[in-house]
């Protein structure tokens, strides 16, 4: 049985690491304000950008080019998971990487050869410990990622793609819809998804941009250079969602953590005090056996 010393100490020891649960709480949430506010800074962006496209792609008409590029027979596929470069976050790095795994053996079941990027350094180490080849890994900005990243990552991937080294990427992250939950999703990067081009171009009528405007370089070549810029935008938003989705899944981690540590500090206290009793009936026991053996 535990004395009361070694009670006591458990609950300092406990007690200090509820302290700093609860700072890793406040600094999360803190950092999760900041994140929200980018994302909700940055879907204008997008959606003007797709609003261009729509515009420069009816303009256009039917153009082939290598971003829009869909190959009949898809032979290799390369994934992206975006994860965070630190842990204690609870189960937001395992979720992505668990879904990551379930699509390469989707994949692999039908013959497709799975290449592997990388963004943060959890998903870099998992994949590396699993002895994975890794054509690239991104790290360092997991928490606050700049438009310089998505960037770097995008033309990376859109090289593969280009030099047909791939026939398509898929990106898996956490978007988030709150603190408490962050939805796991799988989007194809490349070739870029017709849809898109489709939606874009409805989104164009419904504002009324057809007016007639002058192209001054050619539409196509407009639009040449508007599909990359897409394919970074979309990086950047996944890559916002995930910095969001991480600090919300750190800050419900850490408030359970702070939650368990106190009810453990409750439980050990109790059993503290029910010790100290113990002790002193014991000795209470002791004095009243000995005045006892004097008198006797």
């Known amino acids: 049985m535990a004395t009361v010393q070694d009670l006591k100490r458990r609950i300092r020891s406990v007690g200090n690491t509820e302290k700093i649960t609860k700072a890793f709480e406040l600094v999360a949430s803190a950092r999760l304000r900041r994140a929200e506010s980018r994302i909700d800074a940055m879907r204008p962006y997008a959606d003007r950008m797709l609003e261009l496209m729509g515009i420069t792609a009816q303009a256009a008409g039917s153009v082939r080019l290598p971003l829009l590029e869909r190959r009949e027979n898809v032979s290799s596929v390369a994934l992206l998971p975006i994860t965070a470069d630190r842990g204690l976050a609870g189960a937001f790095n395992a979720q992505v990487l668990r879904r990551a795994f379930a699509l390469e053996r989707e ?62 990427v898929v990106v898996i992250y956490n978007r988030y819809k709150s603190p408490l939950v962050q939805l796991v999703t799988v989007q194809d990067l490349l070739p870029i998804p017709e849809k898109v081009i489709e939606r874009s171009e409805g989104e164009a009528e419904r504002a009324d941009l057809r007016s007639d405007f002058i192209y001054e370089p050619e539409p196509e070549q407009i639009l040449e250079r508007l599909l990359p810029v897409y394919v970074e935008t979309e990086l950047y938003r996944a890559l916002l969602e995930s910095a969001a989705s991480e600090q919300g899944a750190r800050m419900t981690a850490m408030r359970n953590a702070s939650k368990n540590a106190g009810e453990l500090i409750s439980n050990l ?12 009936t014991q000795e209470i026991l002791e004095v009243v056996a000995g005045a006892d053996a004097l008198t006797g």
């Open 269 to 280: 206290t109790l059993a503290m005090n029910r010790a100290r009793q113990a002790e002193i």
């Open 107 to 168: 994949l692999r079941r039908d013959g497709v050869e799975v290449k592997w990027l990388a963004s943060g350094r959890r998903g870099r180490s998992t994949l590396t410990f699993r002895r994975y080849e890794l054509i690239q890994a991104w790290q360092g900005f997991s928490e606050r990622p700049e438009y310089a990243d998505a960037q770097a990552i995008a033309q990376r991937a859109s090289e593969l793609y280009a030099n047909q080294e791939v026939d398509r």
